[in-house]
């Protein structure tokens, strides 16, 4: 460091991330999107509700830039109102991924012993079913109610099965951190567990668990869009890019833009939280620098 | 090495009845009547009701019910679906055609990978090299919902390289598009891990010591580096299958394949319980089985790796 002024890793990883490109672009993608989600009149005055079975499979006209899509309604404001309830999913799901990880990395990585030992294996159990099939077999179960949208069971499901990896690095860093100088000088200086834990090692530990909850976020997203797709995600009067994408793959010989704009918006989503959480991992990692 | 063995199969025996009973779980908590469901919308007799409850033991406790799942499950009885067939016939039936497509998939993707892992870590900082990482990072993000029907209308419909459907008794030919939109899914960070190791491995002692004893570039990359790096690359084989079987479902679906995703997902659709428990029993089996045929692989294949 070239600088005097001595600087904390995280105003050293803002400092970093302020001149990386793919921070830039991928934090306007995510506050597009997030706008979307919460105020989709901005972006759109059409009403995603207001399908006409004449206007099927018709050109772009007027106000309906992408057209119209089977049962005639404007693709472009189903899919910008398509943006919440793949945010809501996401974020929710991750919350709930991120308080269980929390939990059980936590009480891994600080108590150790056998506490660890059987949290560890639990995990490993956990790990051995992919995130699709277990999701599938809850998802059928928790939506099984045919007046829900499956919002929250979506949501439920991929929060309850997708907190593995997070509670692992969890569990890691807190190990490292809590074998440094500081935690041992605080430990003298007669700080209790729960000082401990939630003074000096839960900060420190914070950097890479959050790298994953943004990484997770994304695929928090695309599996919600993929189980909407199989027909045990959001359904009824929800608008969502899987069920859009769904719906456009039985026509896409005679309309290719009900299919292209929500797989567009839903990639770009994905890769906006994904390459967020990869830009904000370069900074926080000592050894790239 | 023995010991590792051993220890590893004692694990696996844990993973799998953790495994299995996390999904049976899963699928018993919050059903409602299993019985309405499987009569549909005709009302039914109170002994009809008690014979069914005798037959699929509904009457008893969780655990039992738990117990008789596995005996079926260790015993090559996957159960019956609603249509009335036996989730096993239909399995093999399935197999065969899924079995193909994945094991095309992994092909390309490795292929794939490998070369142009090697040839970034090769070119390091190179345009090659930046393009890579782009592409892999865009790949990485697309879902296969995306990814499955867009390749299908690019290049099936509008560019018409390749046949747009499949069907039953598929040629290699008309999988080769739904194998490749499946490689996709691994193809990114198989690519990753192999440029980060051969890169790693081309700065090592033995690298230098091969090159002084005057040996050609493409022999010393070829043997000498290449058999290094891909031992990490072998271990991700497992990891990846997972997402190969969560692939193959809407890849099947949209490519109409029928293999066992297609039929996981017309189970979905038809809301064909048994059958949906029983394919997803069976591949996590499947899966859990791979791992372990890996991990093995592994410490056979790295004599550095000891496991005490």
Redo the contacts between chains.
Sequence with gaps: MSDTKSRSLSSDAWHDLRRNKIFWIASVLVVVVLLMAAWPSLFTSADPRDCVLSRKHAGATGGAIFGYDFQGCDVYAKTVYGARYSIVVGVFATLISGVIGLGFGLAAGFFGGWLDAVLS??I???L???????A???A???S?DPASNGVFAVTVTLGLLGWTTAARVMRSSVIAAKNQDYVAAARMLGAGNSRLLFRHILPNSMASFIVVLTILL?INI??E??LS????GLKGDAISW?IA??D??GY??VA?GP??WP?LF??AT??AF??LG?AVRDAFDPKLR | MFRYIVRRLLQMVLTFFGATFIVYALMFAVQDDPIQALVGERPITASQRAALTERYHLGDNFFAQYWYYMKGLLTGDFGTSMTNRKVADMLADAWPVTLRLSLMAIVIAATIAILAGVVSAIRRGSIFDNATLVVTLIVLAMPIVVIAPLAQLVFGIKLGWFPVTAGKDASLWQLLLPAGVLASLVVATELRVTRASVAENLRADYVRTARAKGLTGARVIGVHVLRNSLIPVITLIGVDLGALMSGAIVTEKVFNIPGVGFNLFRGIRTEDGPLVVGFVSVLVIVFLVVNLIVDLLYAALDPRIRYE
């Design positions: 294996r639990f490993d159990v956990m051995g079913i992919p995130l699709l099939l277990g599938i077999v809850l059928k179960r928790l099984a994304g695309a599996s869009a993929t797709f199989l027909g045990i899987g994408i769904s456009a793959t896409v010989r290719a299919l292209i797989s839903l990639a994905v890769l994904i390459m990869d």
